[in-house]
């Protein structure tokens, strides 16, 4: 199956014109009609547009140039890519609705060394995005001991007793819970969770531990 023809059945299981997916992707109709009918090699940024929108709305594209819909309420992200994918979600996600993250499990050195050059990146827009709200809040737990703040230009953080911390991160933020292992290959691994239900019992969970929590001395 050639990527138009992938397109072509993701449209089908959406029950979307290609005139509905080219405004959604920010594209014309003759440009996704002729991706379609293998008229033109779309360039990557394209294509990449085309995925983003079906992957926000449930559909997802799989190896040999498959298409399925996404499980309801549960997405699995992988490797460098995943997790700055995770990071956009993140910061799309605050920069609409304001409100509160909390992460626990957290060594900022993993998290730099898998991120990258991307790290300085996604640093300084929540910096600067903290900066220019007053509705967002960051709570971050990290061993005790541990005087690595990177981004406490923006996040608060505590110590959380040796005995306690287990260095798999879980975020709540929103209705949204994402639990990492950076122990899989490729790493890291992210669940991401979008059920209530479930990000309720872990956000009461970490409400508990910021409670007995210390603040960091440097």
């Known amino acids: 199956m050639s990527v138009g023809r992938q397109i072509r059945a993701g449209r089908g299981l959406l029950k979307w014109s290609s005139a509905l997916l080219a ?3 920010g594209l014309t109709r003759d440009t996704i ?3 379609e009918d293998d008229a033109v090699q779309p360039r990557e940024g394209t294509v990449a547009d085309i995925v983003r929108v079906f992957d926000e709305n449930g559909v997802e594209f799989t190896d040999n140039f498959g298409v399925r819909l996404k499980p309801q309420g549960v997405e699995v992200l992988v490797g460098h890519d995943g997790l700055c994918r995770f990071f956009d979600g993140v910061y799309e996600h605050i920069k609409k609705h304001g409100g509160l993250i909390q992460v626990t499990g957290v060594d900022e050195d993993v998290f730099t060394e898998h991120l990258g050059d991307y790290s300085p990146v996604h640093i300084q827009r929540m910096t600067e995005l903290v900066e220019a709200r007053k509705d967002i809040k960051v ?9 690595n703040v990177t981004c406490s230009d923006y996040a608060e953080y505590r110590w959380l007793p040796k005995d306690m911390f287990e260095p798999v991160p879980f975020y709540v933020y929103g209705d949204c819970l994402a639990i990492m292992s950076f122990q899989t290959i490729p790493a890291p691994t992210i669940v991401l969770h979008k059920i209530p239900a479930i990000t309720n019992s872990y956000k009461k969970q970490f409400d508990a531990l910021w409670k007995i929590s210390k603040s960091v001395r440097s």
């Open 33 to 35: 009609n002729k991706i």
């Open 23 to 25: 405004e959604k992707a």
């Open 139 to 147: 709570q971050s737990l990290i061993r005790e001991g541990d005087t």
